[in-house]
């Protein structure tokens, strides 16, 4: 296998993406409806962003665990914030250990590992993998498939919602089980982990299957294939696969399930009025609470597309586009800014993960003029945000066509 570090932003997107397959099993019609009606893949959030370079400092870390600090480029070791840096670092611990436990006790043990590795099962079906590692252990060929997940939004478990077995991960394994076959050999044990050190709990899950569950799986994949050329059918039942769909703002299955039982989300009314708590019963209040997530998602990307609608131009009928906040931040150098803060007579300006929060700092220093100026030097702000807003509210509209004319400029 291959071993080195490719471009995580650059990466193109397969029909059925393992990661879109678990949606793909419930809803089939979700592809056939993005092509006709849908823009196609999600613009780039600043979630995808963080967890781009997340990953890229993961895997620069696990590639070059144990290494001295001091020999590590510059511009890797600035790059993200100190979060990013120590949970890379312990994903290589993680990785390090894996190697260890897998060849522990082997007098002869081939394997091979390999990072970011694009593994294929057809035209349609294909991805790249955070981490994998096949070998021949106590006589039979193993393969352990290790997923790296740096949100901490929504926990992902490898063994899945129904403890069959993570579709995406069991996706990548049919992947590498495809090629393998290619080059002559047969995996018979399959281990599965999501490494994902954010959320509660474990930073770690685990599951494991034999060749036979892969086999029934790759079948699986096969018969999925033919079905979405032909299968327009939408089901949002449940909701749980809907929330990363692309598709969900203007899915009509969606908004049909969202709008059942006892909390009417979207309603005639412009103005919304919740029903009385006390007054539902134990039954519809459970509904409302097991869809509470999607329909936040989906709100959110309701506000998503007005947004873009509004940025290109486009008048939305009672609102506009303003400027956000902008709030402070420390300067990317955070060793240099740490430095700075000791000699203001901040004596312990890490917490014990990231620097201290400038708030932190100013109940030491102070947030007289000096004071102010002192830490301005370590400070920077961010990009105030776009917000859209009623008409009624104070702050100056963005005018839109001179932002798209200075885009425009940058592409003579």
Known sequence: MENKEIDHAARAHAIIAPSSVGRTIKCPGWIAFNKLHGKGEPETSVFAIEGTIAHEIAEYRAMHYGADEKTLPAEFVTKGDADMHFHGTGYG???????RKFSAGQSNTKMSVAYERRLKFSDNIWGTLDYVMVGKRNGKWCAIIVDYKYGQGVAVSAAGD???GNPQLKTYAACLAEESRLQGIELDQFHFFIYQPRTPGEAHSVWKCDADVMNEWADKLRA???QVESDTSLDAEGLSHCQFCPNQPICPAFMDEISKGALAVLQDSPEFESPDIDKLSMEELLEVFTKKKPIEHFLKGVEAHL???LESGE???GYKLVEGRSSRKWVEDIHKVARGLRKLGVEEPYKPKSLI???AVEKVTGKGKEAKEAIATFVTYTEPAKQMVKLSDKRKAIDVSADLAETLTTLD
């Open 93 to 99: 611990k993680f990785l390090n250990m894996l190697e």
């Open 162 to 164: 129904d403890n069959e």
């Open 224 to 226: 999925l294939e033919i």
């Open 307 to 309: 947004m873009r609608l």
């Open 315 to 317: 008048e939305i009928p």
């Open 357 to 359: 929060t400038i708030g």
